[in-house]
């Protein structure tokens, strides 16, 4: 086995603890610094953002068609509005 020529750099194995971050509270404190470069703050950012900001999920055909229909109800109006109303005639 050979030795390396480095010094051992290793926290784990001098014994110093090594601060536990979790990978977006590292992107976020790059973020944060402002001696960071522009781009590299930028790419943290990105890589961030799905974890930050929680995407808004489409609305699927049920509740389109049932929001389109809510819309049709309200809108009423017109010359037409109350030809189904039986109770105005």
Known sequence: MQKSAQPNDNPRRNGSRVPKLTP?????????DPAA??????KMAI?????VH???AAKGKKAAAA?????AKNAGGG???DDLDWSRQ
């Not at 929001?67 to 819309?71: G, P, S, T």
């Open 24 to 32: 977006l509270s590292y992107m976020l404190s790059v973020i944060n």
């Open 37 to 42: 470069a522009s781009y590299r703050r930028d």
């Open 67 to 71: 929001e389109a229909a809510k819309a």
């Open 54 to 56: 929680v995407r808004v």
């Open 47 to 51: 890589a961030a953002a799905p974890f």
């Open 79 to 81: 010359d037409w509005g």
